[in-house]
């Protein structure tokens, strides 16, 4: 199983929902994949942090009215203030100044060139998930962008990221990123029929995926994305929460 104690600088180490139905999402990922949740009052509202068998595994907050929800990826960093400033001159732009989160990190929200909003987390006592990679856990993160190279590019620098280089005759551009020695990710260009702007997509485990598929559709949830298989081995989908937040379900072979 992929328990954590701590992430490497430059790994998805955390994943949370913004949502206009705190309570509803809670119900609805509680029975998916059978979260536990505390909510956790604080002077910036409420933070809903989610369990599996007592570990932190993802949060939940409420947004206003008219935003749309949606999953969050953070990647861990060194220094937030340094890793912002440097997404600047790397031509991205900064879309939540870097600020302590109540004596437990230190985050920040940036964008990449294409759009893409990713946020940066120095952990300052919570390192983030503390279970990955395992059914119910987050398990990897998908860029869809209208622009791979310019985002490789960008990601490249600013968290030392190297890649496996897609196949010349992949009209999709399909590359998978490497933290050092270990997987942490994909960026692909953005199909027709993603359609919205250049997102992160995150993925949760699940040991049977048309199970998991039955279950969320049962729950108000929708498939959008059938099972298909990728090239990695395995098999994923995507669906939407009855609220409307896009995540990934994958079937498959998992990182220790």
């Not at 995507?238 to 409307?244: E, I, L, M």
């Not at 079937?251 to 998992?254: A, N, S, T, Y």
């Given at each position: 199983?992929?328990e954590?104690?701590?992430h490497?600088?430059g790994?998805?180490?955390?994943?949370?929902l913004?949502?206009a139905d705190?309570?509803?999402?809670?119900a609805?990922y509680g029975?998916?994949?059978?979260w536990?949740?505390?909510?956790?009052?604080?002077?910036a509202?409420t933070y809903?942090?989610?369990?599996l068998?007592?570990?932190?595994?993802a949060?939940?907050?409420?947004q206003?009215?008219?935003?749309?929800p949606h999953w969050n990826s953070?990647?861990?960093?060194e220094d937030?203030d340094a890793?912002?400033?440097?997404?600047?001159g790397l031509?991205?732009?900064?879309?939540?100044p870097a600020?302590?989160?109540?004596?437990?990190?230190r985050?920040a929200?940036?964008?990449d060139?294409?759009?893409?909003?990713?946020?940066?987390w120095?952990?300052?006592g919570h390192?983030g998930?503390?279970l990955?990679n395992?059914?119910?856990?987050l398990c990897?993160n998908?860029l869809?962008?209208?622009?791979?190279?310019?985002?490789?590019?960008?990601?490249?620098?600013?968290?030392?990221w190297t890649i496996e280089?897609?196949?010349?005759e992949?009209p999709?551009?399909y590359?998978?990123?490497?933290n050092?020695e270990?997987?942490n990710g994909?960026?692909h260009?953005?199909?027709?029929?993603e359609?919205?702007?250049p997102?992160?997509?995150?993925?949760?485990?699940t040991?049977d995926?048309?199970?998991?598929?039955?279950?969320?559709s049962?729950?108000?949830g929708?498939?959008?994305?059938?099972?298909?298989?990728?090239p990695?081995?395995?098999?994923?989908s995507?669906?939407?929460?009855?609220?409307?937040a896009?995540?990934g379900?994958f079937?498959?072979?998992?990182d220790?």
């Open positions: 199983m992929g954590r104690t701590s490497a600088p790994t998805f180490s955390w994943v949370d913004a949502t705190a309570a509803g999402a809670k609805f029975e998916l994949f059978g536990e949740a505390e909510d956790m009052p604080g002077e509202g809903t942090m989610f369990r068998d007592g570990t932190d595994v949060g939940c907050f409420a206003g009215e008219g935003a749309p953070y990647v861990t960093v937030v890793s912002m400033e440097m997404a600047s031509g991205g732009s900064v879309l939540m600020g302590d989160v109540e004596g437990i990190g985050m929200v940036i964008a060139p294409t759009g893409a909003a990713v946020a940066l120095e952990p300052r390192v998930a503390g990955v395992a059914p119910g856990a990897w998908d869809g962008t209208t622009d791979p190279d310019a985002a490789w590019a960008f990601y490249r620098e600013l968290f030392g280089d897609a196949a010349a992949d999709m551009r590359r998978t990123i490497r050092g270990s997987t994909s960026i260009r953005q199909g027709d029929q359609g919205g702007p997102s992160w997509l995150v993925y949760f485990a040991a995926l048309e199970a998991a598929n039955s279950k969320l049962g729950l108000g929708q498939v959008i994305v059938p099972p298909l298989e990728v990695a081995g395995g098999r994923v995507v669906a939407t929460d009855p609220q409307g896009a995540f379900l079937e498959g072979p998992l220790p």
